[in-house]
């Protein structure tokens, strides 16, 4: 008979940034809520996540204004530049500006540095049980009876709704929509973390500079209060290993590889000298392989009954808009807010939940991808969008739909 322990509470199911936060927000508002996270401990992964002002202005209503201001930076301005010439293309000046225009920074950090801010804070409230090493394998749910989750060996969780924040290869998702795995984009990113005091100081850099080459593209932005640089290299292409092994698209969940420089090389060809020079000051790289879903078709992909589905599991993008991990922070605050009045049915308000985020999210993924058809554009669509941007620039870059309340 397995042991079961019961309570009327939200289930989170994960412990990384969308199941945090979700965890953060239902505690503010007086749920009861848990989370389950799958992992032994919290190891450094990820690198860095930028965090635009509609996010920053989430975080800094949870009281973490100055926590996230300890720890992360805040860069001048958004700088475009041709990965083959090296020209400026187009700047948008961040900073002081973006807080005048939105009410709130726009901040670069690295993504353990979020999920520890995440985690101090939970600890801080207290009464937020988190346990580790502890999976989800399964869930029933029922009008009447609740959500009851089996947990890997056995033991069984009884909640009143459970929030699948379990990323990009979802078990929650896969239960509760049956449509397959994430796929393959065709893309590559290659990423790295420099200490900028080991630079020389031609580059360093405290802003965040976006290098658009045919095929390819490359991030750069200061973490760490700006004591380290982020670098995001993303290409086209399966690597020789990838197509030899023949990998199913599930496999590719740990494929979180260590990258030699010489495959980099290999796969980005001639850029402009300053880029070069940067590339060649990283000694060790990571590699990812780059999945995604299509765009959300409706708000059944978000929530069914008493189950709803956030962050990655719900709508996993490309990087190419940075804001994966803000809208999994946007999607704990909406939740939160949804299941706050504890007297609603629990179906009703994830169905709320489910029809106030979706277009958002499907609107940033479309966009998402759009971007990376437009950084990595070739012939007469790149002569194009340079002129565009040599035109208009801040502009084109700014994004009032994405930052504005
Ligand atoms: C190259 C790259 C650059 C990016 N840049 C940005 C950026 O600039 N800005 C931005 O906002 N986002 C960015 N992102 C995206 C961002 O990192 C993610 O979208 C975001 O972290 C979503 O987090 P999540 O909590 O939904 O999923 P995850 O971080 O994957 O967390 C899921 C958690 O669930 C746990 N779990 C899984 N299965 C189970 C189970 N059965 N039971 C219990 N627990 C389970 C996992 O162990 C994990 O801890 C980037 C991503 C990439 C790849």
């Known amino acids: 008979m397995p042991h079961m322990t019961t309570d009327q509470q939200v289930l989170v199911a994960g412990g990384g940034i969308a199941g945090l936060a979700a965890a953060l927000a239902c505690a503010q508002t007086g749920r009861s809520v848990r989370v389950i996270e799958r992992a032994a401990g919290f190891a450094e992964v990820g690198a860095g996540v930028q965090v ?38 187009g700047v948008l000046p961040l900073g002081d500006a973006v807080r005048q225009r939105y009410g709130a920074p726009y901040a670069t950090v690295h993504r353990s540095d979020l999920h520890r801010l995440l985690l101090d804070a939970l600890h ?36 009143d709704a459970l929030l699948g924040a379990d990323g990009l290869w979802s078990p929650v998702r896969q239960q509760l929509l049956d449509d397959g795995d994430p796929q393959p984009t065709g893309h590559l ?17 405290q802003q965040v500079t976006v290098w658009l080459g045919p ?22 292409g399966a690597p020789d290993w990838l197509r030899a092994a023949n ?22 060809g001639t850029v402009a000298p300053p880029l070069q020079a940067l590339i060649d000051a990283v000694s060790a790289w990571r590699m990812w392989i780059l999945c995604d879903r299509a765009p959300m078709a409706g708000p059944g992909e978000h929530a069914r009954g008493r189950v709803a589905l956030l962050g990655d599991a719900a709508h996993p993008m490309r990087p190419y808009l940075a804001q994966g ?10 939740v939160a807010q949804m299941l706050a009045d504890q007297r609603r049915p629990v179906a009703s308000a994830l169905a709320d939940f489910a029809r106030l985020r979706w277009q958002r999210n499907r609107r940033v993924q479309q966009r998402a991808r759009r971007n990376g058809q437009v950084f990595h554009a070739r012939g007469v669509v790149r002569w194009g969008r340079d002129r565009a941007l040599s035109l208009l620039g801040a502009r084109l870059l700014d994004l009032p739909w994405l930052y504005g309340r």
Request: hydrophobic share 45%; glycine share 10%.
């Open 52 to 89: 635009g002002p509609n996010v920053t202005r989430i975080l800094h209503g949870w009281g973490l204004e100055r926590a996230l201001a300890q720890l992360a930076a805040f860069p001048d301005c958004l700088q475009v530049r041709s990965a083959v010439s090296g020209q400026e293309l």
């Open 124 to 159: 801080m409230r207290g009464g937020v049980p988190l346990e580790l090493g502890c999976e989800l394998a399964s869930f029933q749910q029922s009008p009447d009876a609740g959500v009851r989750v089996s947990l890997v060996g056995g033991r069984i969780l009884q909640a």
């Open 189 to 205: 990113a290659y990423r790295a973390l420099l200490q900028q005091s080991d630079l020389p100081a031609a580059l360093r850099s």
């Open 215 to 236: 095929r390819q593209h490359v991030v750069q932005y200061p973490v760490r209060g700006g004591d380290a640089l982020n670098l995001v290299v993303v290409v086209h």
């Open 247 to 268: 990998a199913t698209p599930g496999q590719l969940a740990n494929w979180n590889q260590q990258a030699s420089p010489a495959q980099l090389l290999q796969a980005l």
């Open 325 to 334: 991990a803000g809208m999994a922070i946007e999607d704990a605050l909406a």
